[in-house]
């Protein structure tokens, strides 16, 4: 099914080539040459996925996708960008980006990354739209996620991590579960990405609340419990 993906890229020549090649693949393809068109547009929330370059004049890439989230807006973003250390990744992340994508890379790369941003978006069919594990409730199809009836507001990154990990409750989740079923890719094992992300998710979810839920299960990985039990 075609999916409409906006390319916000300074470069005219890159964004030419993206937004050709994604045409190609069957998919529809907008452009903004620079950060504030491109939230515009994006603000609009009529596209199935966003392809932003890092560095953009007027606007830079994370501003953007930070102004997209705080307007609750969770149009999956593939972050592109010459900034390929951990470090830099890490920052992408954090700024509600879903994944980091550094250049010089190729295009059936990006097309496939992009093709999973937006599956992981449409999630898979015939499974509960709503999960609970003790007082903490998730709901896939309003995005809503409680905790003794308080809102909890997460990115759409930690809302995925969040789903995956409650789908499992009371089961050991691996890092490799993690980044193949909620990154959809194998990310650099030296990379910490999954542990900010625990961490991060964890402090939402757990902070406030005398009993804790997402535990580290040392030397395998993550899970989920009711710890009253």
Known sequence: MPMRILVIEDDLDAAGYITKALKEAGHL?????DG??????????NYDVLVVDRMLPKLDGLSVIRSLREQKIDTPVLILSALGQVDDRVKGLR??????????????????????????????????????VGDLELDRLSHNVTRAGEEIVLQPREFRLLEYLMRNAGQVVT???????????HFDPQTNVIDVHVSRLRSKIDKGHATPLIHTVRGAGYMIRDGAR
């Open 29 to 33: 393809a907008d452009h903004a040459p």
């Open 175 to 185: 890092r490799t579960m993690l980044l193949e079923n909620v990154w959809d890719y």
């Open 95 to 132: 700024a509600g980006g879903d994944d980091y994508l550094a250049k010089p890379y190729a295009f059936s790369e990006l097309l496939a990354r992009v093709e999973a941003l937006a599956r992981r978006r449409a999630g898979p069919t015939g499974e509960a739209t709503s999960y609970r």
């Open 36 to 45: 504030l068109e491109g939230y515009a547009l994006a603000s609009e929330g």
